[in-house]
């Protein structure tokens, strides 16, 4: 009976130190870390858009493609818009002829073309999106943290990023930027509800962060990444 007393003094004891230690481990991490797989690859984009309608003619990107920022990448004949709208192309002053003859597209900013959505003889309306070039020179990581957590982070702090596409590696960033405004404030449909009822929910607010290899790693924009904030250093 003494022997089985000792031997239940000393699980309880071990599991009394294991799990001292689970909480201390916990406890550190908590007081220490902001963790968070609410991360990914982002870069700066940009829509290709006609600023009127018509019917593209010539379009010089695909997928994948470098643009320079203010390169020719398609044109528009307006000709057919005009006419079916009942105007006579050969009736206007040379200047508006111009303009509904012939219409220049061109590339907004310095990118790769991330999605190009649109054929030679497909016609398109004022403001349509045509295609996404996104700056891939310039990549950072787009981390999201909840309201209640956002005043631990400061613009500076050491981030460890762990990227699902390069397995087993990580990589060391600092936060560059802390959003000024939750994600929702940008949606398009209003959180309010017409019927009255409300659901709170816990707002996220964005960072950037940025680390030096970033650029020359292959990755694209999208890519899931875990980021482990250092709160204290």
Do not use: C
Not at 46 to 60: E, L, M, R, Y
Request: charged share 20%; glycine share 8%; aromatic share 6%.
């Amino acid at each position: 009976m003494k022997k089985q007393k000792i031997i239940i003094s000393v699980a309880l004891t071990v599991l009394l130190i294991i799990g001292g230690g689970i909480a201390s481990y916990y406890w550190y991490e908590m007081s220490h870390y902001l963790t968070t797989d609410d991360a990914r690859i982002s870069a700066y984009t940009a829509n290709v858009s006609p600023i009127i309608s018509g019917k593209i003619t010539s379009w010089n990107i695909s997928e994948g493609d470098y643009a320079e920022a203010g390169t020719t990448i398609g044109w528009l004949d307006t000709n057919a818009m005009a006419t079916s709208a009942g105007i006579n192309p050969s009736a206007l002053n040379p200047v508006g002829s111009i303009m509904v003859s012939k219409a220049e597209i061109t590339a907004p900013i310095s990118g790769q073309v991330l999605k190009s959505s649109v054929r030679v003889g497909q016609l398109v309306g004022t403001g349509q999106p045509l295609a996404v070039i996104a700056d891939t020179k310039d990549l950072f990581v787009d981390v999201n943290i909840d309201e209640t957590e956002i005043k631990k982070v400061k613009v500076g702090q050491l981030v460890d990023l762990k990227i699902d596409a390069l397995p087993g590696k990580t990589f060391q960033g600092r936060v560059d930027e802390i959003g000024k405004a939750t994600l929702s404030t940008f949606n398009i449909l209003p959180m309010q509800s017409a019927n009255g009822n409300f659901t709170k929910v816990t707002q996220r607010i964005p960072l950037k962060v940025r680390f030096p290899e970033i650029n020359q790693l292959g990755l694209l924009p999208g890519m899931s990444v875990t980021a482990k904030i250092h709160l204290a250093e």
